[in-house]
């Protein structure tokens, strides 16, 4: 079974989103992590720190102007 979780970190500062969405990954293992971002720059990091560790990231944009990244492995 593959597991999914989700990630808030809407209100969080830099490098607070990309810390967390790098420990809730390595947590996880495998499987898929929905990260909700209000922020661009915390979007970026989130992807870039997803890619780095082999996770694949999707990122679309909702229409409350939050990003939502799903990362996959």
């Not at 810390?19 to 870039?48: C, K």
């Amino acid at each position: 079974m593959i597991e999914t979780k989700t990630l808030d970190v809407r209100g969080l500062s830099c490098p607070e989103p990309a810390m967390l969405t790098r420990e809730a990954l390595f947590a996880l293992g495998s499987g898929t992590l929905t990260v909700l971002s209000d922020s661009f720059t915390s979007r970026t990091n989130i992807e870039r720190t997803g890619n780095r560790i082999g996770w694949k990231a999707e990122v679309n944009q909702d229409d409350d102007e939050t990003y939502r990244i799903t990362l996959t492995k």
